[in-house]
C-alpha cells in the first residue's frame, strides 16, 4: 500500500510543472480574447468600429492585420491549453471539488465551457488556416441546432442556457463580493498588482456575468421556439445590448468591462493558486 501511495505521488510530482504551465498559458489566451473582443466591441460603441462582433469576427479581424495570423495561432493553441485545464478540473478534481450535488453540477459546467471555448480554438485555427469564410458562422447556434435533434433536445437547450445563467450569476457575484481576490497568490503580487487585479475582476467579471446572463437568455429562448437561429453567442449579446435605449453608452460600458475582464484573466495566469502545481507557495 505504501508502494502504491508512493508511486502516485511520482506521478503527481511529475505531471504538475506541466499542468501549471499550461493552465497559466490558457488563462492569458482566454484574457487576450476578450481583451481585443472589448476593444472592437468599445470602438463599435464609439462609432469607429463598424457593429459590434464577436470571437470569429475578432479573429477574422485580427487574421487580416500585419502579423495578425500569427498571433490568432498563438490564440488557438493557448486556448486548447486552457481547455484542456478545464478538463483537468471536471475530471481529475485538482481543486477538490468534491462529489456532493453542487460540486457535480460545478464540474460539469466545466465540460460546458470546455465545449464552447473548444469551439472557439477550432475558429481560431480555421481562421489561421484560411479555411473560414467572412461570415464565420455562429457556433451556438450550431450547438442548439446539434442538441435540439437529439431525444429530449429542447431540454438540453433549456438546461444549458440555465446552466449558463447560473454560471454568469456566481462571476456577477464573485465580481461584486470582491471573493474572487483568494484565487491570487497574494504574497507574490506588490500593492499596485493587487490593485490591478482586484479592479480588473470586479469590473470584468461584472460585465461578464451580464454577458453570461443574456446569452443563456437566448439559449432558454431557443428552447421554447425549437428554432436555433434564437440561440446567440458574444456577438448576439453585444448587439442586442447596443439595440437598447442609450446603447451606445451601455455597450461602451460593457466593452470596458470585458477588456478589464481580460486583464483580470492575464492576472489570474500569473498569480492564481494552482493546486496541482507548488506545493510550498500555492498547496495551502
Same mark, same amino acid.
Given at each position: ?22 493552465? +497559466? ?52 493553441? =493557448? ?23 453542487? &460540486?457535480?453540477?460545478? +464540474? ?15 475558429? &481560431?485555427? +480555421? ?36 446552466? !449558463?445563467? @447560473? ?7 464573485? @465580481? ?8 491570487? !497568490? ?20 461584472? &460585465? +461578464? ?37 442609450? =446603447? ?37
Amino acid at each position: 500500500m505504501g508502494m502504491s501511495i508512493h508511486t502516485d505521488n511520482q506521478v503527481k510530482e511529475e505531471i504538475k510543472p506541466w499542468i501549471r504551465r499550461l493552465a +497559466r498559458t490558457g488563462y492569458m489566451a482566454k484574457g487576450f480574447v476578450y481583451m481585443v473582443v472589448g476593444i472592437l466591441s468599445l470602438l463599435a460603441a464609439a462609432g469607429f468600429g463598424g457593429k459590434t462582433t464577436g470571437t470569429s469576427g475578432m479573429f477574422q479581424s485580427l487574421a487580416r492585420m500585419p502579423l495578425g495570423n500569427v498571433l490568432v495561432w498563438m490564440t488557438g493553441i =493557448g486556448l486548447f491549453m486552457y481547455i484542456l485545464w478545464v478538463l483537468i478540473k471536471a475530471i481529475l478534481d485538482p481543486k477538490g471539488e468534491g462529489k456532493s450535488p453542487g &460540486a457535480l453540477l460545478k +464540474r460539469f459546467a466545466y465540460l460546458i465551457n470546455a465545449v464552447i471555448y473548444g469551439a472557439l480554438a477550432v475558429q &481560431a485555427i +480555421r481562421i489561421a488556416l484560411n479555411a473560414a469564410t467572412g461570415g464565420g458562422g455562429n457556433s451556438n447556434q450550431t450547438l442548439s441546432a446539434r442538441l435540439l435533434e437529439q431525444p429530449f433536445g429542447p431540454w438540453l437547450v433549456g438546461a444549458v442556457g440555465a446552466i !449558463i445563467i @447560473g454560471y454568469g450569476v456566481v462571476e456577477l457575484i464573485s @465580481g461584486v463580493t470582491g471573493k474572487f481576490m483568494k484565487k491570487f !497568490i497574494l504574497g507574490d503580487m506588490d500593492d499596485h498588482e493587487k490593485k490591478i487585479a482586484k479592479n480588473s475582476g470586479k469590473a470584468g467579471l461584472t &460585465a +461578464r456575468g451580464v454577458v453570461l446572463g443574456l446569452i443563456g437568455f437566448f439559449f432558454i429562448r431557443t428552447a421554447i421556439t425549437h428554432d436555433p437561429n434564437q440561440a446567440k453567442g458574444l456577438d448576439g449579446a453585444l448587439s442586442e445590448i447596443s439595440s437598447q435605449p442609450f =446603447g451606445r453608452w451601455i455597450l461602451g460600458v460593457v466593452a470596458l468591462g470585458l477588456i478589464l475582464y481580460g486583464v483580470y484573466q492575464i492576472t489570474r495566469g500569473r498569480y492564481e493558486h494552482m493546486q496541482f502545481g507548488k506545493k510550498e507557495r500555492e498547496g495551502s
